[in-house]
């Protein structure tokens, strides 16, 4: 009897400690960390309090809440918005699918989105920006992220299907955007006329499509036995990743019309998408490169061994298993590459950073509300990197598991 | 008599041989072949653009009176730099303006990469402390930094907390003296007197001393095993060289020099421009929060069982730290850290975006008003390169050495 009792103490879990041990254990062990906690705590505490008194009572947003769409859009012709709806509806949808079809971060991803649109669609409060037709709108991409769920839930769409319409929506968002010469429903708008998160979030995407496999091709490039190929790859990828990202930028603005025929012109946003990409892929490169390096070359002796040509070798045996073993620095990268884009700032392009800096120059009213212009910019940046970066985590924490089994 | 399996086998290569020797693989299959085509393709291919490139950049700068060599370096440039390193006036060469740009950029980099290193591996030390509160004040540190892209940072920094600084008339006044206003930061700063020279001198010489004789005696214990007491020796000298050159110059090799007021303005001490402190400022935290993240890899990478194994061999907690952790630590640490700094002396390009005229900043001003786009960029693209080569010239020695340790 005595021993069964001692078992069932010796067997049961180890309880989760108490609120006042965690504190104990956690900030008050040693007499170095007690005064450490009790200096800092206070404040700790004043600084929260008076972010919180600034922010609710003391910022004046009017700088921020005024002109949504100029944040969103910039510039762009407020008769051709519906372009802008019709790309959005278009993630929207593909958001949705891949919900339905992958769950996890998707999920947490589309849940929020959905959760944000519902809140703007029923905000209580008169905005011009904010008319029935708008609400509507946005509280229709509601039903789209539904639909798209069910789809993904309910359809066995291919997985490579829902990845080509990851891929095709940038450059299909830069047609619509751009439109045509002469054409009646989809008129030409000026890439001039383009601004705010649109462009932002335009060239990260664009950056990360292209570059990507940029990046793949420049790395094997790099490690051609042709030598030609390879010197090339080797001198452009360390030029590149030698100067900082604005003397590329600066580069493509200025200098590229000198390397091109005479009657070519590329436009401005244009130029802008290339230097991040080419400047995003001799990254991409040398991370590829790694991971090209750490794929055992007993692997690619056995695809041979089984008849597979150099081609399906590098396909199916060693790119897959390369840059599963680099995800995370290349996710870094296209973080990295987002955080970059405010670059095109410099060269006069106006993305969100520089919709913020024109509407604060905008007015001397404005002037004095810079700190609430820039702390917004500073958020909506956070929350985008953020996103990345626990999207990346979560990722790295599937693939671990995966690898164990 | 073999098991029929085999002789199977043997048909088979058999018949195969035989095949093989009828047919020849075709051309278009052979690897030899298909090495050379792809060789001539792709050395056609590169150097056609290449030279198409040329002809196009040669038409483009004739029909622009382009000039491509470096000889406007000697004509005068007529534009000011605020607040030039270096001797500089409107009216001085190209070459003058862009030195005094490339020494704000070594200057901006240097106090840059040291201040990040500091706050970064405190930073990283609050982050490992057992004190959940400093932890996650550490934490936040991080990931503010990080999130957020330099440039919004910088803007931050100058426009926002620089520019509700107050004017001259009610300027800030911190103890040091220190005072703040919209022209500046003014710091005490000691400087050297006349008679400081001897000082200099000879604590530069006592440095060189110490560092020979540390590195000779510890590698005379190494060798020997016996204690040669290396480090008080060495110290020793430091202290000795310092208060020598002390007397020498007469009690007084430094003075503070304190900034004053005088009328509108101020004189005297240090003064940073509110670019540069800005710059400074956005630069060094954005970078030591990467570090932090940096430095805490190279520690937590320590094995356990490693401190636990020299605790059990009886070292003592700074011997652990110095003889066991650190030199594990550093060796992780080392690389993705000079990686970094290179990222810092990259980034402090961003100082364009507020008027911080350093090596790019002056080239930039130079297209505009020379005209020359393509010698700068070239100058420009020089700069950095050197600057990331002999970076990475450094990294691969050092890695050369760490490997050779660890066999």
Redesign the interface.
Known sequence: MAIKEMEQDYIRPPQPPGFLKWIKD??F?GVF?SV??IL??PT?FYLLYAIFDWVLFNASWQAVTQFPLLYAIGQYPREEIWRVGIIFSGIMLLLGISWGRWGGLLKSIALATGAILLVFALLPVQHPALDLNMRLSLGSNLLVILLGFLIGKKTNLKNAFIIAGWLIIPAGGIIILAGFENSALLPNVPTTLWGGLMVTILLAAGGIVLSFPLGVALAFGRRS?????SA?STVFIE?I???????IL??FS??L??????ESRIDRLVRALMAVTVFSAAYSAENVRGGLQSVPLGQVEAAKALGMGSFKTTVFIVLPQALRAVLPSIVGQF?ALF??T??V??IGINDF?GIG?SIINSDPEFVQM??EV??F??VI??IF??LM?SASRRIEDAMGIESNL | MPHPFYRWIDVMTDNQQQESQKTSIPFYRDERII?IF??VI??VL??GLLIL??I??I???D?RNMTLTFGFLKEKAGFPISNPPIDYVPGMTFGRAFTAGLVNTLLISGVGIIAATIVGTLVALARL??????SR?ALVFI??H????????L??WY??VF??VPPVSDTLQWPGPTYVNKRGVYLSWPRLTETGTPFVVLFLIGIFAAIIIFTVLRQRRKISGKDTYYLPISISILIISFIAGWILSGGTPFQIDSPFRDGFNFQGGLRLTPEFAGMFLSLSLYTAAFIAEVVRGGIQAVNRGQIEAARAVGLSQIQVLSLVIMPQALRIIIPPMISQYLNLT??S??A??IGFQEV?AVG?IT?NQAGR??PV?AL??IT??S???LTSFILNIYNRRIQFVMR
């Open positions: 956690n900030l062990d960390n450490l906690t800092l705590f700790v036995n042709l030598p030609v190929v090339f030029m990743r030698g100067v900082p990202l604005i003397t600066f580069m200025i200098i019309a000198l390397f091109l025929p005479a973080i955080k970059d405010t670059l700032v410099i950073l800096r810079r700190t820039y702390i910019m500073a940046y956070w990197s953020y970066s | 090495q792809a060789q792709s050395a590169i150097i490139a040329v196009n950049f038409q483009a700068a029909a402390s057992s004190n959940w509160l400093l004040i990931e503010f990080r999130n957020i892209p330099l440039l919004v940072l803007f931050i426009f926002v520019g509700f990259k980034n390009s961003l364009l975006a790019f930039k297209i786009a393509v960029f420009i693209m950095y390169l600057l990331s080569l």
